[in-house]
């Protein structure tokens, strides 16, 4: 687990604004009609157009920019030309970038045209599920506190489910590090010295709920890369790279959308 000094914070926050920049322009491109593939390239040029490298490209031999996951597709969503946008979809666009040899990480889970009422109250408890788990989180906190906020707020307030095979995670020099961040509350062996590992100040961390409007199993489609719901249902994503501060957070993904 990484801390980062000042100067490290602020390259990771000029990564941040940049995700940010590159997810709202995204956001005012998602129409029915559009490919995936195109708001890839608009992230992309937008994040080489300020001085930064797309974090996610090369890593692990992924080509791309950006993760476009639609409709029962969670995570790792590869652009293409003929995936086209369809009114009343959702599309989940995580993006990345590198600025000055620090990096930031974000996702945002939007509806296309006009979304089903389902569908809206899925993207809500989502994005409620990050705000729950940072109310409190500052310093000295556990791992494993970030996952039982998410975990405890589903399960109270609504029917959904949450991912268990994906996880948040530290970000700095690379966009994965230490720790792992889990959504839930695990109940491996496994996993309890790392929920149990208290987050220093000037940790860099991404926490990222993943939720699902069916059973939480997945299976992965033959691009080797593209993760989907098994049920085929809906699913969503929020993600925000956050700096760990003495007596709360600073979010660095921070686009108001």
Not at 107 to 118: H, L
Not at 148 to 173: D, P, Q, V, W
Request: charged fraction near 25%; include cysteine; charge should be neutral.
């Amino acid at each position: 687990m990484h801390t980062y000094n000042e100067t490290q914070i602020e390259n990771i926050r000029r990564a941040g604004e940049i995700v940010s920049s590159a997810l709202l322009a995204v956001f005012k491109a998602i129409k029915p009609g559009v490919s995936t593939l195109e708001l890839n390239r608009i992230a992309e040029d937008l994040i080489l157009k300020s001085n930064a490298e797309p974090a996610f490209k090369d890593h692990r031999s992924f080509d791309f920019a950006t993760c476009m996951s639609v409709n029962e597709e969670i995570v790792h969503g590869k652009p293409r030309a003929d995936k086209i946008l369809q009114e009343g979809d959702i599309i989940s666009v995580d993006i990345g970038a590198r600025y000055n040899g620090f990096c930031a990480d974000a996702a945002r889970t939007f509806g296309v045209g006009k979304i089903s009422a389902e569908a809206q109250d899925l993207l809500q408890h989502t994005k409620q599920c990050f705000i729950e788990a940072t109310k409190s989180l500052k310093a000295g906190n556990r791992v494993g506190e970030i996952g039982r906020h998410i975990e405890y707020y589903i399960k109270h307030n609504t029917t959904y489910g949450i991912l268990t095979n994906y996880f948040g995670h530290g970000i700095g020099r690379n966009v994965h590090e230490d720790p792992l961040i889990p959504n839930f509350v695990p109940k491996i062996a496994q996993l309890e010295a790392i929920i149990r590992k208290k987050l220093p100040e000037n940790t860099a961390i991404c926490i990222e709920p993943m939720i699902c409007a069916g059973d939480n199993a997945v299976k992965t489609k033959s691009d080797g890369w593209t993760v989907v719901m098994a049920d085929g249902k809906l699913s969503a994503h929020h993600e925000n790279t956050l700096i760990i501060r003495k007596n709360g957070v600073e979010v660095v993904t921070d686009s108001h959308i």
